[in-house]
């Protein structure tokens, strides 16, 4: 089982356990992202809340408490349009600590918050003139008189939206990324991304425009866009063609034109009906050194490295099993799931999810992909000290990896699409439905 698992082991898991038919929809969790520091984790959820989770100190292992919650959006309806504002939050981006406070931004479709998390003290009156019950005589002399005191009574965590960036995006947000100078970010929707500074909230500048001219020739949209980790300049945004392009802003003010593309070209005969929805990218992050990014499409996962467009350095299969199941994928809208990407802290491996809350832990170094479960028996296991398996029609238990490939027998209502990995340990958060889970590797 330590081979199967390659070292890692369920941790912790948030949330109700009950089955995926009774969740409601508002608790499925739609955003989770750890803080730079890693002793903080954030989740967003179709409701509009978010929860916040710290680091217990007092644990040797990497646990995590309940910190706070809020509700962060509400839903909306725009007049002009005729359009229902849905509450769910798409993303979650921590900017980086200036002081005891905490400040993250969050966005539904249309509206991001910049939200400030801090503790409060709450101080009550000790000592009045009146007595404990306000009701004593009142002092005589002057001599007499007391000045109240104040004594801290408890401690409150309170949130508070800073600013409220709005009416930018005449299209769904999906993307929201923090920049290494710590003062401005993006946000991205289907044709176009912005550039805000944090601290203005009604000025905002369009710095990529892929809406032509009529609609009607419109032939991708943008799926993902990122800052680099450490060169302020230089961002990157995915498209529904399976396209990364990377821009300079030193270049021109509005970057139509990208310094670097890069792109896998399907060979003709490979093309079918669904080429170009399984090669849309899903979602695309970057190491945090700067120097490869990670791309994410329906079947693969991509490593680039920044230097080398002509083709991805490693191309992992995650679901080459679907592909006969692609028609019944697409009747179910299984088909357009974007399912996010992630590198680990130091570069050396990659997360990404799959159906029946499978995920995987790819070991890049090593070239050993590593299947694991998030799932109820996770935790069942742990107390019971072994693992659930199916069995097979001969009646030999199946292996992981062998229910994994047998398609059929997949759950498509269960599924990892959104996660997070610490930066500096092997620790990763995990989101299945409504439930969050922690899992820690060697």
Known sequence: MADQDGGWKFAQCFGDKGDVEDVTDADIISAVEF???????????????????????????????????????????????????????NKIRWCKRQNAAHFLLSTNDKTIKLWKVFEKSIKVVSENNLGESGRGAAPSSTQQIKLPKMIHHDTLTAAIPR??????????????????????????????????????????????????ANMEELTEVITAAEFHPQQCNVFVYSSSKGIIRLNDMRQSALCDRQAKTFEVEEEPSQKSFFSEIISSISDCKFSRDGRYMISRDYLTLKIWDLNMETRPVK??????????????????????????????????????????????????????DILLQADKSAFKAKRAGSTKNKIGPNGRKLTRREEYLNADALEYNKKIIHASWHPRENTIALAATNNLFLFQGQ
């Open 35 to 89: 803080d730079h520091t890693g002793d903080y984790l954030a989740t967003g959820d179709r409701g509009g809340r978010v929860v916040l989770f710290e680091r217990n100190e007092g644990k040797k292992s990497c646990e995590y408490k309940f910190f706070t919650e809020f509700q962060s959006h509400e839903p909306e309806f725009d007049y002009l349009k005729s359009l229902e504002i849905e509450e769910k939050i």
């Open 163 to 212: 600013k409220i960036y709005q009416n930018a995006h005449g299209y769904h947000i999906n993307s929201i990324s923090v920049n290494s100078d710590g003062e401005t970010y993006i946000s991205a929707d289907d044709l176009r991304i912005n550039l805000w500074n944090l601290d203005i909230s009604d000025q905002s500048f369009n710095i990529v425009d892929i809406k032509p």
């Open 315 to 368: 191309v992992i299969n995650i679901h080459d099993h679907l592909k006969s199941k692609l028609c019944d994928l697409y009747e179910n809208d299984c088909i357009f799931d974007k399912f996010e990407c992630t590198f680990s802290g130091n570069g050396s491996s990659a997360l990404t999810g799959s159906y029946s809350n499978f995920f995987h832990v790819y070991d890049l170094k090593n070239d050993h």
